[in-house]
């Protein structure tokens, strides 16, 4: 079968790895890919978010099956438009992407079903919010703008001052775009962190392997939010007994809702969750893999990939056995220095296939590409940097060991990676 893969990141490269074991796929296309993924995939020089191109593309290379990984092109309803010319897809339509496209949405499904999240009031005129969080008088408080806004949508506001500036900034400056013209206020939630990403067709959901994201760009969860500097899974603080719990109050609810709503899900839906005092909650919903979640938990999969995700689209993931193995894996994200604000590409990168010939380590990339047939950076999250062990210290270990052999100007990753993780149970 031959298999197009939308999209050009870490998760993709994960995605594309996976599939490339599998004995169902002959080929497999990349668009737009990046210069690691070159090597297992024809690149192909399209834009994600560009849906005509795409699916004019998958049509006259007679494309049997297209995986459409990012947000935005899901949103845009990449796969309506594909299947309206018979190619099935792994993704959600775009009926059912609005689970990510709107936090409005998707708060006030939870709210309807009464899935367990933070409290919350929606706003499209900034007076009223700031009305609003006076009256309230809590603080921090969280904004969000409603629609996508790259991961960097969401404000943490500790005092008045902050939030009134945080409204303005998203709100009257558009800061983050048509995405901030309407806005969530909401309740500072704590607790640990921890993705979940699952498989489902609508009918059932299978829970991936639990992780863990870094989301601050320096150690001990300084410096500014970015899109994950690190994962490790599973996640220890995600125990059996609170995967019941979720798996009865959120995962099971919110395929019923969706399906209640006419907007029936099919693809990986992730499950961003806080562990509060008062349970578990939803942070957030993303319509896709996480990245660089997924760079932590396809490794780990035993299954056939090109076997689920066809299940997925037929509506029969009921009939597949979905194994994880048992070990732990560990991603460290190479950034470019002075990502998440600005930085510069181009370096040439040394010490790639010597971290590759590691045991039990791969090297994602993230932003790469070949010039005239050298790797050079060309993003901000450069490479993830990912190994697998029976525990995970080990898997760090061998993580960082492979860190140790790359080299280019200016890379910046965090030295802390899994501490929070390994700490687990013994705060
Ligand atoms: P998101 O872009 O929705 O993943 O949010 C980014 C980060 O903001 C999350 O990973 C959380 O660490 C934090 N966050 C979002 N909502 C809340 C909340 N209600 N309470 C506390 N932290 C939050
Ligand atoms: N790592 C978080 C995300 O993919 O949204």
Request: proline fraction near 5%.
């Amino acid at each position: 079968m031959k298999f197009l893969v939308v999209g050009g990141g870490g998760r993709e490269h994960a995605i594309i790895k996976k599939l490339s074991e599998s004995s169902k796929v002959d080929k497999i296309y990349a668009a737009p890919g990046n210069g690691g993924i070159a090597a297992l995939a024809e690149c192909v020089n399209i834009k994600a978010t560009d849906i005509p191109s795409m699916v004019e593309f998958a049509v006259n290379q007679q494309i049997d099956f297209c995986v459409v990984a990012p947000d935005d092109p899901l949103v845009l309803g990449m796969v309506d438009a594909m299947n309206e010319k018979g190619i099935p897809c792994f993704g959600p339509n775009k009926a059912a992407a609005v689970i990510e496209g709107s936090k409005a949405f998707s708060k006030d499904l939870m709210k309807k079903y009464n899935i367990p999240t933070a409290e919350y009031e929606i706003f499209d005129d900034p007076n009223k919010a700031i009305e609003y969080i006076t009256a309230r008088g809590e603080f921090p408080v969280v904004i969000k703008a409603d629609g996508l806004a790259l991961g960097k949508g969401v404000l943490i506001c500790n005092t008045f001052e902050e939030a009134k500036a945080g409204v303005e900034e998203i709100m009257v400056d558009q800061k983050f775009g048509a995405s901030g013209s309407q806005i969530v206020v909401e309740e500072f939630l704590t607790g640990p962190e921890v993705s979940v990403l699952s498989f489902t067709d609508g009918n059932v959901v299978i829970p991936m392997i639990s992780s863990m994201d870094h989301k601050r760009a320096l150690d001990d969860d300084m410096g500014l939010n970015t899109g994950g500097m690190g994962t490790v899974a599973p996640n220890p603080y995600y125990t059996e007994e609170i995967a019941a719990e979720c798996m009865e109050n959120i995962f099971l609810p919110t395929i019923h809702a969706m399906n209640a709503e006419g907007r029936t899900f099919k693809g990986c839906l992730y499950f961003g969750l806080m562990l509060t005092p008062k349970g578990p909650k939803v942070i957030e919903y993303n319509c896709r893999f996480g990245d660089p979640e997924t760079q932590v938990v396809l490794p780990l999969l035993k299954s056939d990939l090109a076997d689920i995700f066809m299940a997925v689209a037929e509506g029969k993931l009921a009939d597949i056995k979905v194994e994880f193995e048992s070990g732990a894996a560990a991603c460290v994200i190479m950034a470019s220095g002075g990502y998440p604000v600005s930085y510069k590409s181009g370096y040439a990168m040394t010490g790639i296939d010597d971290a590759n010939v590691l045991p039990d380590t791969y090297v994602y990339h993230a932003g790469s590409k070949l010039m005239d047939g050298n790797i050079v950076t060309a993003g901000g999250r450069v490479l993830g940097v990912t190994a697998k062990a029976s525990d995970l210290q080990t898997a760090l270990q061998k993580a960082y060991r492979a860190v140790d052999c790359i080299h280019f100007t200016d890379a910046h990753y965090r030295r802390d990676i899994g501490r929070r993780a390994l700490l687990a149970g013994k705060e």
